[in-house]
Every structure is written in C-alpha cells, then in structure tokens.
C-alpha cells in the first residue's frame, strides 16, 4: 500500500499516521522524493482503506499488490514524463534518440560526434568515460577528464549527456557533468550504487542485468526511487540465452511488459541487445513498435576504429538513416512524432 502524503503534512502528523498503520499490523517506510512524501506500507492484513484515508495529511491512498511498489503503473494516472530541460523530455509520449559512441576517445571524436548529432537534431549524447570492460587489459575510458571535454563541447551545442556511473564516489565527482547517470548492466544490482543515486537530483537511467529477470529490474528501481530520486528510466540492452549467434538476446517482450508494469519509460538499446552492426537497425524498430520511449545507439564516425565495441556501432552515415527511419516508423505506424 503507497499512502502519499500532502507536501504541508507535519513531522508530528506523520509520526500519527505511522503509528495508525502500526496498530493495523503494517509497517511504514517513509520515502521523501523531489516530487512528494509517501509512506510505503508492508502488510498482509486486510485493512479499509477509508481508515486511513481520512486522516489528516493523507492526500491519497493507493492498494498496490506488487511487490515493488512507488515503481509500479498501479497507483499512477498515466506514465511518468522525464524531463532534462530546454523541452528534451522523455516519456508518456515524448520520445528520444540518444547516440554515441561506446567509449569517449578525444576531444576531436567528441567534436565531430556533437556535430553528427546537430545536424540530425538528437538532443541526447551517449558516451563512456568509465568503461566496464570484460578485460582489465582493454581500454578503461579516459575518466573525469574526458568528461569535462565531454561536457564542454554538448553544453555549447545545447546536448545532454547520458554517461555510466560504476562506482559510488563517481556520483559526486560527475554531477556538475551529467544529465542522466547510466547504471550499466553489470551494476544493475549494486544496491549501494542504486541507493546512492536515490540521493541526487539527476535522472537516472538504470540498465537491466545481463542476466536479470523484469522483477529484478524493478526491485533494482525500486531501491533508487525508495531512497528519493523518481527520475527513473529503464533500458532493456539485451539478455544472455543459450543463443551464441549474437552478443545478447534482445528482449523486445520486455519492452511492451515494462510499460504495463511501471509508470518508469522505458529506453531500448538494439546496439548491446543484438551486439551486430547491420542488424541494429532492424531490431531498433522493432523497439519502437514495442512502445520504446527512447532508443539509444552506438554510433561513431569510423566503426572500425572505435575504441570499444565497434562490432556493433553504426557510421554516422547508417545512423542518420536509421533515425530517419525511426522517426518515420513512429509517426506511420504510431501516428506519434
Ligand atoms: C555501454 O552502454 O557501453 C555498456 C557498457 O552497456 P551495458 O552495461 O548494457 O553492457
Ligand atoms: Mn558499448
């Protein structure tokens, strides 16, 4: 149960309410966000939910018999919209393409990307600078420096950044550079990480484990929103099968699923989820027809050459054509834009 509270209610006022939920064999857990107060009640009694309702400083009451619960789609109207400023929103109909390279390389890659991404009007870069690599011998990423070029050269161009987080003293140490911290797959349990990022006032985009069921996910989003962050995105980037054909098994299922199940938006990422160049395209609309509200791609301007993960990254050229046809395929077959 998801008691949300008025933002006037008092400390004394709770601690009543508490104590109301207390006497009905529930425990509350008081969850304070940018956006409101609630108390996320765990119980099993059956209780009347005018009781409480009608009790001072209750806005409203919400049964929720999932067990993730301020994540779930069962107490919200509609679907929650994030939004980064200057108009670039993401959610309950507005819709993003992020794209970049796997790994941050230099100031010149980092130039010739932003310019790649004005002319195709994407408002949202990607880019590692801590990079989690199978191998501690391959390229680790250029780290807080690079994200400082990173961010210099996206501010001027009007570009929000999406970039990975892997550890807790990063959070502070990025902030000032960021837009949306990603939380890659391989951290996707790192509840230290997830509780620490329910503490900052950014988005956070949290990736699903490699081989992490949708509960997981959710209880994963549920740890950052339960500690006070609500700017929350999921992203499906593919799980391990026993297919060996490709990197990862997209789970385009998880797509249409998430979006019953959680108000969050959910992002696609065909790159990771197929891990094959000429196949990225295809699978990406497919997304879109799934009801991704985002899509975000590895794109660079000589694959062949890319740092990390050139295997599966787009040229600049393929990729405009695949925006193009994104961009199409929501507007012809979604009648949305
Ligand atoms: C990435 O986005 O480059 C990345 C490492 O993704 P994932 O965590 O999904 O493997
Ligand atoms: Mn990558």
Redesign the pocket.
């Known amino acids: 149960m998801i008691i949300q509270l008025e933002n006037t209610t008092s400390e004394a006022q709770i601690a009543s309410i508490e104590a109301e939920i207390k006497a009905l064999s529930y425990s509350p857990n008081l969850v304070t966000t940018q956006a409101g107060n609630y108390l996320v009640c765990i119980g099993k009694s059956e209780l009347d939910p005018r009781k409480i309702g009608s009790i001072d400083g209750v806005k409203d009451i919400h049964r929720v018999s999932d067990d993730y619960k301020l994540v779930s789609a069962k107490w919200k109207v509609g679907h929650s919209t994030i939004d980064l400023g200057d108009d670039v929103k993401i959610g309950s109909g507005n819709f993003q393409i992020m794209a970049g390279p796997?790994s941050i390389e230099n100031e010149e890659q980092i130039e010739c990307t932003v310019q790649h991404l004005v002319d195709n009007n994407i408002k949202i870069m990607?880019g590692?600078v801590f990079?989690?690599r199978s191998s501690p011998y391959s390229f680790q990423g250029l780290g807080i420096d690079g994200l400082k070029i990173f961010y210099k050269h996206c501010r001027a161009a009007g570009i929000k950044i999406v970039t990975?987080v892997m550890e807790v003293d990063q959070i502070a140490k990025m902030h000032d550079y960021v837009d949306i911290y990603?939380v890659?797959?391989?951290n996707s349990q790192n509840f230290n990480l997830l509780n620490e990022l329910g503490k900052v006032d950014k988005t956070v985009m949290l990736?699903r484990g490699i081989s992490g069921t949708l509960d997981e996910l959710l209880h994963s989003a549920e740890y950052i929103f339960s500690s006070g962050n609500e700017r929350i995105m999921l992203c499906e980037?593919g799980i391990r099968s026993y297919e060996k054909a490709y990197r990862n098994t997209m789970d385009i299922n998880a797509i249409a699923m998430l979006k019953e199940r959680t108000h969050m938006p959910v992002v696609a990422?065909p790159s990771?989820g197929i891990g094959i160049r000429k196949f990225v395209a295809p699978v990406a609309l497919a997304c879109i027809m799934a009801g991704a509200d985002a899509v975000i791609m590895?794109v660079h301007e000589t694959p062949q050459k890319a740092f990390s993960?050139g295997q599966q990254t787009l040229s600049h050229r393929q990729a405009q054509k695949t925006y193009q046809n994104i961009r199409s395929t929501r507007e012809h077959f979604m009648g949305l834009t």
Request: aromatic share 0%.
């Open positions: 796997c990607r590692g990079k989690p990975e990603q890659g797959a391989r990736k980037r990422d990771h590895e993960d």
